[in-house]
């Protein structure tokens, strides 16, 4: 039989959006910041020559550069003050979780609860200053080496540009803070979302001239489409599966009473590492494309072979692509999820896996079923990053169907979705106790 909360849910109506009125709020201050940050993609840096910027760009995106464009919106092929978006939050964040697995301080910050995880965004706040510095410095440098896309090139310049950067970064992390404790869903997230989904309609329209243009076939933009909407599909059940590990809790005694023992559930997901795998793989693989794009000896050398052989189709760039998201598939999930901590949570509430012994042996079944789900979840996200690189070697896309974007934007509308069906929850919740409150006093 199904609980209050899955009839509630089941019998939910968006129309009751309209007297949620803190909801409502909620949604609005989340749209406007998104607009701000929208707004800040299309001003440029001081002293940039826009058109010698669109030629550099054009030579180069299939590189990083092309990949972090991606995820700021156009931001980087328009050098605006939000180029580097939000990147170095983010690398600061992988950082400190992967120094928090094998540093005994930091572990036991994490375990302090809320005090400790404000301190260890502090740290991650210092690191994001001290990355945007880094990057920010580099892009100007690399800038003022590309010709006359600088048009006075100096020390002004670079601490202008270094300035500018990092405190375009620096807001786009306080934004997306406010957002998560304001608006709704959570602000980086939401952020980088708007940024994919930004550049969508250009591409979509793109594709639509080259087909009436002739240039592509009608067979083939068709196909896409419906490709598109199978894999989002695929991507919403493989997302949201999980393996379910039945946990029993034995009889207790509070006082004279005896409470009848419980069961309930331990989820673990399909794809606990979520898109930072591919996102990691894609990066390190785009790197030496990059480099030799900016080297001034491109097409030779060493660079220039590793660039030839890692370029988008390449027998060896896909091999390498599959299995550098499989290694970081488990890598990451090996830092999310502890199975030993897990087990010894279970052990100290009294929960037990049945037919499993407490502690170490019941922290070997997890980790054993966590290993076998893994698999499986890192070859989802191989299929979905590999079907892209094919499209684009023997389809011709003219515009990059990523694996990575895709994966990106089905799952943060799902969380976000997930958030405002909560609020909605609560909101009924919240009329039915009134409802109740009222019925009891006109019976006394």
């Not at 010698?52 to 299939?62: P, S």
């Not at 400190?96 to 706040?125: C, D, F, H």
């Not at 894609?282 to 220039?304: D, M, V």
């Amino acid at each position: 039989m199904a609980s209050a909360a899955e009839q509630l849910a089941a019998n939910l109506n968006f129309g009751a959006l309209a007297k949620a009125t803190e909801l409502k709020k909620r949604i609005w201050f989340t749209l406007g910041a998104l607009i701000v940050y929208r707004l800040g993609t299309y001003i440029p840096l001081p002293g940039i020559n826009p058109e010698a910027l669109a030629d550099v760009f054009r030579q180069t995106q299939g590189g990083v550069l092309g990949l972090f464009n991606m995820f700021s919106g156009g931001a980087v092929s328009r050098m605006a003050i939000f180029a580097l978006n939000i990147m170095p939050y983010i690398t600061a964040s992988i950082v400190i979780q992967l120094l928090t697995s094998v540093m005994p301080s930091l572990e036991a910050l994490k375990k302090e609860g809320e005090q400790g995880r404000k301190v260890l965004n502090q740290y991650t706040r210092y690191l994001t200053v001290f990355l945007a510095l880094f990057q920010a410095y580099g892009i100007g440098i690399g800038l003022q080496g590309q010709g006359n896309v600088v048009i006075n090139p100096g020390m002004f310049f670079l601490i202008s540009t270094t300035i500018t950067l990092v405190g375009g970064t620096m807001f786009l992390m306080w934004l997306g803070e406010q957002i998560t404790a304001r608006g709704i869903g959570n602000g980086i997230s939401l952020i980088i979302f708007a940024g994919i989904v930004a550049e969508l309609p250009s591409a979509i329209a793109g594709t639509l001239e080259l087909g009436r243009q002739g240039a592509l076939s009608t067979a083939i933009i068709l196909g896409v489409i419906v490709m598109a909407v199978i894999v989002v599909a695929f991507i919403v059940f493989m997302e949201r599966a999980q393996r379910r590990l039945l946990i029993s809790y034995p009889k207790r005694q509070v006082g004279n009473r005896v409470y009848e023992g419980q069961t309930s559930f331990l989820p673990l997901k399909l794809n606990t590492a979520g898109v930072m795998p591919p996102i990691f793989a894609s990066s390190l693989l785009l790197l030496p494309t990059t480099i030799a794009s900016f080297a001034q000896n491109q097409g030779t050398g060493f660079l220039g072979t590793m660039a030839t052989y890692l370029g988008h189709g390449r027998p060896l760039y896909m091999v390498l692509y599959v299995a550098m998201i499989v290694f970081f598939a488990f890598f990451y999930t090996s830092i999310m999820f502890n199975p030993a901590e897990t087990a010894d949570n279970l052990k100290k509430q009294g929960g037990f896996i049945p037919g499993i012994r407490p502690g170490e042996r019941t922290a070997e079944f997890i980790d054993k079923v966590l290993t076998r789900i893994t698999v499986i979840g890192a070859m989802y996200l191989a299929l979905i990053c590999l079907l892209p690189e094919l499209l684009i070697s023997y389809a011709s896309l003219p515009f990059y169907f990523g694996g990575t974007s895709l994966l990106i934007v089905v799952s943060v509308t799902m969380d976000t979705v997930a958030q405002i069906h909560g609020h909605l929850l609560a909101h009924q919740y919240e009329g039915l106790v009134k409802k109740a409150k009222l019925r009891g006093s006109r019976r006394k």
